[in-house]
């Protein structure tokens, strides 16, 4: 299972875009790069999903490099609502590694 | 609002006492996971079923169990409770084995 480090904690402020990035040097070929976001009390909620190059949704964008060494969830005109913690998971279901959640980014978006 | 829903919301219940906790997953979701988050361990998995059969079991004690029933619902039991089982309970399903996982409300429970 790759393991992963992210910054502990991050500071914004409203209307700003942010980038979350994730080092996961041991990434396995078949590994997906997820990103959840949680706010205190709730349960995780996906936010996106990639393998490689850059994927977007309606909520942030993934951008990974060829070497997918490393992954940035960009999060585009924080509001105060984006306060929470941002968790990065890299591993394959299908191979038996089962979500893994670390300690996370907690990012602060100030007014 | 993810589609999975749990009940009940709270729980409160002695040492000793045994509980159970339901997930209803999204309607076409085959998998269901449970996960136990605690304020000093983080969100650790607990037990995956695929429709109806277990696929997966990952740091769940002896005193828990769970099945999957037929309409896909799924209830994680808890025996002998004890102080330290206090924690929030997420259930979360998706269609098949994958990371995109929806996660339900979770279930607080305080074992007192």
């Known amino acids: 299972l790759a393991k992963t480090t992210q910054p502990i904690s991050m500071d914004s402020y409203e209307g700003q875009e942010v980038n979350i990035t994730c080092s996961h040097n041991?990434?396995?070929?078949?590994?997906?790069i997820t990103w959840y976001q949680q706010f205190p009390s709730q349960g995780p909620r996906f936010i996106i999903q990639?393998?490689?190059t850059k994927v977007t949704n309606e909520v942030a964008s993934l951008f990974i490099p060829a070497d997918r060494k490393s992954s940035t969830l960009s999060l585009p005109r924080v509001s105060l609502s984006d306060t929470a913690v941002y968790y990065c998971?890299?591993?394959?279901?299908?191979?038996?590694?089962?979500?893994?959640f670390g300690g996370g980014t907690r990012l602060m978006v100030k007014p | 609002d993810s589609g999975v829903t749990q009940t009940p919301k709270h729980l409160i219940t002695a040492t000793g006492q045994r509980v159970t906790l339901r997930c209803s997953p999204r309607s076409g979701d085959l998998s269901v996971y449970w996960y136990q988050q605690s304020l000093d361990q983080g969100l650790q998995f607990l037990i995956q079923?695929?429709?109806?059969?277990?696929?997966a079991k990952g740091n769940i004690l002896e005193r828990f169990s769970a099945q999957q029933f037929p309409d896909l619902h799924s209830e994680l039991n808890l025996s002998s409770l004890e102080l330290g089982d206090s924690a929030l309970y997420f259930c979360a399903s998706s269609v098949r084995d994958t990371y995109e996982q929806y996660f339900g409300p979770g279930t607080r429970l305080t074992v007192t």
């Open positions: 990639g393998y490689k």
């Open positions: 998971l890299v591993g394959d279901l299908n191979a038996g590694n089962m979500l893994t």
């Open positions: 041991n990434i396995a070929t078949n590994d997906y």
């Open positions: 079923y695929y429709n109806g059969e277990e696929r």
